[in-house]
Nanobody, 119 residues
Framework: QVQLVESGGGLVQAGGTLRLSCAAS????????MGWYRQAPGKQRELVAS???????NYADSVKGRFTISRDIPKNTIYLQMNSLKPEDTAVYFC?????????????WGQGTQVTVSS
């Protein structure tokens, strides 16, 4: 059973920074990929940033140049550094991990952490 625990959310003014953390219960190098998603009220959950097992990254256009995904393998933790935050970044941010098995790829989700950016 994979468990993901996010932390680091909070209230910040526009232009500010936050760093989200996602601690996994297992070796993150065993996952096919990990990533951050967000869901604002009344909107669908969307990809923010992702990282493959070999370290390739992908970002939503809306966060390119402002957000950075990284990982600390010994600590089984991934991070999302968020700079130059905007009010439209307000959402619940979720950590996701994909684990492959003989039955296919299964996604695991954290419980989410609230990020609120005031104008």
């Amino acid at each position: 059973q994979v468990q993901l625990v996010e932390s680091g959310g909070g209230l910040v003014q526009a232009g500010g920074t936050l760093r989200l953390s996602c601690a996994a219960s297992g070796n993150i190098f065993s996952f096919d990929g990990m990533g951050w998603y967000r869901q604002a009220p009344g909107k669908q959950r969307e990809l923010v940033a992702s990282m493959t097992r070999v370290g390739s990254t992908n970002y939503a256009d809306s966060v390119k140049g402002r957000f950075t995904i990284s990982r600390d393998i010994p600590k089984n933790t991934i991070y999302l550094q968020m700079n130059s935050l905007k009010p439209e970044d307000t959402a619940v941010y979720f950590c996701k991990a994909d684990l492959a098995s003989g039955f296919g790829v299964r996604p695991y989700w954290g419980q989410g952490t609230q990020v609120t950016v005031s104008s």
